[in-house]
């Protein structure tokens, strides 16, 4: 697929989460050009709460992410269309395939993120690690304004406080592990930042 293509796929994704925000009765604006900070400002009208997005669009396996922001409030939307372009505007029958969405917090990415499965070398995350997570369509990690969220099922307050601690964790061992601009330290990867944040988990008994 060609750049141009793949800019054009970026594009629509970010169009896409945009009308899912409006549609949950958030105010939305995709910034114009592309922008290092963010590609979408999100606000709520009633309360005023505010929030910048980064969106990822995909049509393979992979979201390709690289040069992580220093915002830690950055919330990524990871968009995956099914099949090729073309599939998504069916005349015949009218059902194209829906895309789908993956919210996550950028500590959260940081969990993913591998330096080496993205595209020419690049850092990305598997679309195969989040699939069958708790991650899709989960829009009131954004702003939860009491609307519809997605496929969400409905939580115990023990999964509640076990991914509460999940995140705390994660957090604290990402910030470990990496550098200001996401890089890992010497001595450090995926695997021993999985293995300390579970550490850090058998000390609060998750």
Not at 58 to 81: A, D, E, G, M, S
Request: proline share 3%; aromatic share 12%.
């Amino acid at each position: 697929m060609g750049k141009k293509m793949n800019k054009k796929i970026g594009e629509a994704g970010e169009y896409y989460v945009a009308s899912q925000l409006l549609l949950r009765g958030l105010n939305a604006s995709v910034l114009q050009n592309g922008s290092e900070k963010c590609d979408i400002l999100v606000s709520d009208p009633e309360s005023s709460i505010a929030k910048t997005i980064e969106v990822k669009s995909t049509t393979t396996l992979v979201w390709t992410i690289t040069n992580f922001p220093k915002n830690n409030n950055l919330i990524y939307v990871l968009v995956y269309f099914p099949y090729k372009p073309e599939n998504h505007f069916s005349k015949i029958n009218y059902d194209p395939p829906r895309p789908e969405f993956y919210i996550l917090s950028i500590d959260e990415v940081r969990q993913f993120w591998n330096d080496k499965i993205g595209i020419h070398g690049k850092g990305g995350i598997k679309r195969s690690d989040l699939k069958d997570s708790n991650y899709r369509e989960q829009w009131d990690k954004i702003i939860d304004n009491g609307k519809e969220s997605g496929y969400r099922e409905r939580r115990t307050k023990r999964q509640i406080r076990n991914d509460k601690n999940r995140s705390i964790a994660f957090k604290l061992a990402n910030k470990k592990a990496r550098k200001k601009n996401g890089q890992f330290r010497k001595g450090w990867d995926n695997k021993r930042v999985f293995y300390y944040a579970h550490k850090l988990l058998s000390l609060i008994h998750i």
